[in-house]
């Protein structure tokens, strides 16, 4: 795995009330139906952080995608399966 940064998208199941959303500054959330969708430019370092943070919280995690430079993905992942 590359350790520069790369933009990632992380789906999370539920929509998260602002206090949980304080756990991850550097990421924007969304909702999207009965989603958040967490958006931002992550190292290995801190994507490992923040998985590691929705753990401990307790989240769902539903998708977790890496994009290019382009905006497109590249190694998406699928979490919902008890993967991670």
């Known amino acids: ?3 520069a940064p790369a933009r990632y998208t992380i789906r999370l199941s539920g929509h998260l ?9 550097a990421l924007e959330s969304q909702l999207s139906g009965a989603e958040t969708v ?4 992550l ?8 998985l590691a943070e929705i753990e401990a919280l307790g989240l769902d995690i539903l998708e977790v995608r890496r994009h290019d430079d382009d ?14």
Do not use: E, I, K, N
């Open 1 to 3: 795995m590359d350790s």
């Open 17 to 25: 009330a602002a206090t949980v959303l304080s756990a991850f500054p």
């Open 38 to 41: 967490l958006t931002g430019l």
């Open 43 to 50: 190292d290995r370092s801190a994507l490992y952080g923040v």
């Open 71 to 84: 905006g497109r993905h590249t190694a998406g992942q699928d979490r919902s399966q008890g993967l991670l």
